[in-house]
């Protein structure tokens, strides 16, 4: 079973949509936790970290739930721009980061 | 600022050769990562460099692979005997301190072995 693992994608969604991805992590010692997204042949790039308390960042929410080794990233209003994939992340002690392998998200006109 | 750099951008070489993958992180970032990432999978952790010492090598596939930082600023990540699945793309990230604050990826060198 792989450390981080997300939902299979991809994701066809029209724009204007409301998509959720959700992320799972087996390692209950993890200590932050985030969500990254990385364009077609790009490297990744923060997009948001996740809280316990939740977060929401304009049209992005993020939620943790540590009980449930759960992660979830919700996006609102999705545009064309939002394509991507979108990568769960983990980080335990020592600074390495651990990634699932990705959801790919495309927004449709 | 300038962000990470790598060079190259892309290394085509033959199953057998040496390569090195060089690193240029961000500009007093004391913490480098190396990771692997192959197509259709998110990248896998490699080695980290806090200043000139590798803190932790654990993702280091075999001992074809080694890393250094000589000056606490730039690596090279080398790669000796290529075989065909060591293809992938090798992302380098830099952070102002260990484990505490965002990784900045670099763009990252594709490497392909025939």
């Known amino acids: 079973r792989k450390e981080v693992e997300q939902d299979p994608g991809p994701f066809n969604v029209p724009e204007g949509a409301t998509v959720a991805f959700n992320c799972t992590y087996s390692?209950?010692?993890?200590?932050?936790f985030f969500w990254y997204r990385q364009d077609c042949r790009k490297e990744p790039k923060l997009l948001m970290s996740v809280y316990s308390s939740g977060n929401e960042d304009g049209r992005f929410t993020a939620q943790l739930n540590r009980a449930s080794q759960y992660i979830s990233l919700l996006i609102r209003d999705s545009k064309l721009s939002d394509s991507a994939t979108y990568l769960c992340?983990?980080?335990?002690?020592?600074?390495?980061?651990?990634f699932g392998q990705g959801t790919e998200l495309s927004v449709k006109p | 600022g300038a962000g990470v750099s790598q060079t190259p951008s892309n290394k085509v070489t033959e199953k057998g050769k040496y390569v090195e993958l060089r690193c240029d992180p961000i500009?007093?970032?004391?913490?480098l990562y190396w990771y692997r990432q192959s197509l259709g999978q998110g990248p896998e952790f490699l080695i980290y460099f806090q200043g000139t010492g590798a803190a932790d090598d654990s993702g280091l596939p075999n001992d074809r692979f080694f890393a250094v930082r000589p000056e606490g600023s730039v690596s090279t990540l080398k790669i000796q005997r290529t075989e065909r699945g060591d293809s992938a793309v090798y992302l380098c990230a830099s952070s102002s301190l260990k484990g505490a604050d965002t990784q900045y990826f670099g763009p990252g060198t594709r490497l392909t072995v025939l």
């Open positions: 390692n209950s010692a993890s200590q932050s």
């Open positions: 992340v983990v980080n335990n002690q020592g600074g390495k980061l651990i």
């Open positions: 500009s007093g970032h004391t913490a």
